[in-house]
């Protein structure tokens, strides 16, 4: 009997942005998260954000997990990322080691150093320092989770030994992914990324490959490799639809850009498309954009957001079953016979 192929995961991610209050947003957000176990996704994204409530709404994402935990039962719910060089270490861990608890051992748990240098200035801290906090506090949150003692000879409560090896690292160059690798721990790769001034050309996966190229090569003996691709996708039954939505969204986004002083250099829709590495349009084309993405090939895991084009809550739910139902498969993600529920 030939060997049956790996099955990749698929995963939905969520900045928490939809165009309405804090409360609501929230909402929203686990509504979509619910949907998309229920049409078959094999996990769920969120990630924190501090202050800046245009680029991510979510400040406090394993309180916003533990309410998605109790109205789902298998979808898994991740951090995509907590910035962990703004956090306590020892609180960390208690918080993360209670929430995989309460949902049945569902966390998978995401961080990085963070770009917002300053929310450094906020919480007291030299942004400058942020490898190094960053590497403090990820050691330090290895330790807890093992149930080794702290200093002053107390140890976590409860202990979480499994956490460890449900660990993911995001990162922008080839030696965090090496770091990640070493450790190890699973790779979180962007949806975008800045391209070099030597490269403005320069495709996403011409600088991702590398990483991932460094990511394997750096992995233990025996270590199954986790890398997860975050990719800008949405997917309407009309392309016209999806266009109107990418130009009201993206345009948005030029506009705060611009009033940071910070104008892209891309004007146009289908510019504002590429720089910012959108897949969009109807399921064929989605598809099809997808497919030249050699990232993909190696990824064990793709999750998909809407950001930054943002479409209202009733497109965002189209648009996780048509990922689910027909771009996905077709493309070697997600769940062979996954059930169909429309949305109301």
């Keep these: 009997m030939a060997p049956q192929p790996v099955r990749k995961r698929l995963g939905f991610f969520t900045r928490v942005l939809d165009e309405t209050n804090p409360g609501e947003r929230y909402r929203l957000g686990i509504e979509q998260i619910v949907h998309a176990e229920h049409i078959g996704f094999d996990s769920a994204w969120v990630a924190q954000h501090h202050f800046h409530e245009f680029e991510g709404g979510l400040p406090a994402p394993l309180v916003f997990l533990a309410a ?46 963070g770009g917002n240098h300053s929310a450094f200035r906020a919480f007291g801290l030299d942004a400058a320092e942020r490898g190094a906090l960053f590497d403090r506090n990820l050691a330090g949150l290895r330790a807890a989770w093992a149930g080794e003692e702290l200093p002053g000879g107390d140890r976590i409560y409860p202990t979480a030994p499994t956490l460890g090896a449900r660990l993911w690292q995001a990162t922008f160059t080839v030696e965090g992914a090496r770091r990640a690798g ?57 392309g016209a639809v999806a266009r109107r939505f990418a130009e009201a969204g993206l345009g948005r986004w030029r506009a705060r850009l611009a009033a940071l002083g910070r104008p892209p250099a891309a004007q146009m829709l289908d510019e504002m498309i590429r720089a910012s590495d959108v897949h969009l349009g109807t399921p064929d084309a989605v598809i099809a954009s997808l497919a030249a993405d050699r990232t993909l090939d190696r990824a064990t895991d793709l999750a998909v957001q809407v950001h930054s084009v943002d479409p209202p809550h009733a497109f965002i739910l189209r648009s996780i079953e048509l990922v689910a139902e027909v771009v996905a498969p077709a493309i070697g993600f997600g769940a062979r016979d996954a059930p169909t529920r429309r949305a109301a």
């Design 68 to 113: 998605v935990a109790a109205r789902t039962s298998r979808i898994r719910l991740g951090t995509g990322i907590v910035v962990l060089p703004l956090e306590a270490p020892i609180r960390a861990a208690e918080d993360a080691a209670v929430l995989d608890l309460m949902s049945g051992g569902r966390l998978e748990y995401g961080v990085g150093p």
């Design 182 to 238: 070493a450790a190890g721990d699973g790779l979180l790769l962007s949806r975008t990324q800045p391209r070099p001034e030597a490269a403005p050309q320069a495709s996403l996966a011409d600088i991702q490959d590398p990483m991932v190229d460094a990511y394997l090569a750096a992995l233990p003996p025996g270590v199954d490799p986790r890398i997860l691709a975050s990719r800008s996708v949405f997917v309407a039954d009309d």
